[in-house]
């Protein structure tokens, strides 16, 4: 269960990254919005490596 939680959480970074590059690119996203979406994906990175510091 925990190997599902760990690449669910890697999947919402790298979906939010990329969204922000194609929402972007389509001139359909604001700076508020971007700066959200890629706060949730930073916060998933950060609750990842935290998982992976107990294990270490």
Known sequence: ????FD???L???IA???A???ISNLGELQ???AVTMLGIGLACVGVYLLS???EM
């Open 20 to 22: 922000v590059v194609v």
């Open 31 to 33: 700076v508020e919005t």
């Open 1 to 4: 269960m925990k190997n599902i």
């Open 16 to 18: 939010m990254g990329v």
């Open 7 to 9: 690449y669910a959480l």
């Open 52 to 54: 992976k510091k107990d």
């Open 11 to 13: 999947g919402v970074t």
